[in-house]
């Protein structure tokens, strides 16, 4: 497949014209110009660039890239040698933040989503918070606190941390993966009964006791690895691409 044209397919299917991000979003390193075998992973790190040139691809497809906003524009130390191996290689990184995380059908929030047999009836923004990335779900029978986050532990193979009360009856979940804490007053706002996120900060725990909303950390990595799968399954499905998903193991 020709590289720009799988740019193109990747910048309009993800819409990333309606985004205001911190990163760009689509091709952000030129590599060869016709692709057959393409790679994904969370995040670019060496280690997954490493690996996908050992599986020998033309392509990287990540939501965590490079270029990130009021990152320093210096080209040393690791962001070298990251450079340096995707140019030495003739690789191409795809990378697709925020448009990853909201596409309706392999969206991080709905693939993940999908993993509990949680569907989305409602999607929220909030302050700070763009195209209503928080998705909110009604359970079809209520649970426990402690029994939700015993299924997504079972789930991602690792165990969340929970503040609440184990007892609490929950009917309403809301989530954004990745490090969407920042958005728990939203989903409050939202009615839930509790939020899942990948990350949790201090003003989290004091939130979740006052509010009597469950708060869950799941993990950054663990909430986000679904997104670039499903992916990558498309374009092997639409373009006959050969495709790899490559889970490089990061216990936040």
Not at 1 to 7: A, H, P, T
Not at 131 to 154: F, K, M, W
Not at 161 to 176: M, S, Y
Not at 210 to 238: C, K, W
Request: with cysteine; net charge negative.
């Amino acid at each position: 497949m020709d590289r720009i044209e799988l740019e193109l397919y990747l910048n309009d299917l993800l819409q990333v014209g309606k985004f205001r991000d911190y990163c760009p979003n689509g091709l952000q390193v030129e590599g060869r110009p016709k692709v057959e075998r393409i790679a994904t992973g969370v995040t670019a790190s060496l280690a997954f660039l490493e690996a996908a040139l050992e599986w020998g691809a033309d392509a990287v497809l990540v939501h965590h890239g490079y270029f990130w906003k009021n990152e320093s524009g210096a080209i040393t130390g690791q962001k070298y040698r990251r450079l340096r191996t995707l140019l030495n290689h003739d690789l191409n990184l795809f990378a697709y933040h925020l448009p990853l995380d909201a596409h309706p059908e392999f969206g991080n929030n709905v693939q993940l989503g999908q993993r509990f047999g949680w569907i989305v009836d409602r999607r929220v923004g909030g302050s700070g918070v763009d195209n209503d990335l928080i998705c909110v779900a009604t359970l079809p029978l209520p649970v426990s606190l402690e029994g939700l986050a015993a299924q997504i532990g079972r789930t991602l193979d690792r165990a969340p941390l929970v503040i609440g009360d184990p007892d609490w009856e929950i009917r309403r979940v809301a989530w954004c993966t990745g490090g969407a804490q920042g958005y728990f007053d939203a989903a409050i706002a939202a009615g839930a009964d509790v939020y899942l996120s990948g990350e949790i900060s201090e003003p989290t725990t004091h939130l979740a006791r006052e509010s009597g909303v469950g708060y869950i950390a799941a993990g950054h990595h663990a909430t986000e690895r679904y997104g670039v799968q499903a992916i990558g399954g498309h374009l092997a499905d639409v373009f006959n691409l050969q495709h790899l998903f490559i889970d490089i193991d990061n216990p936040v």
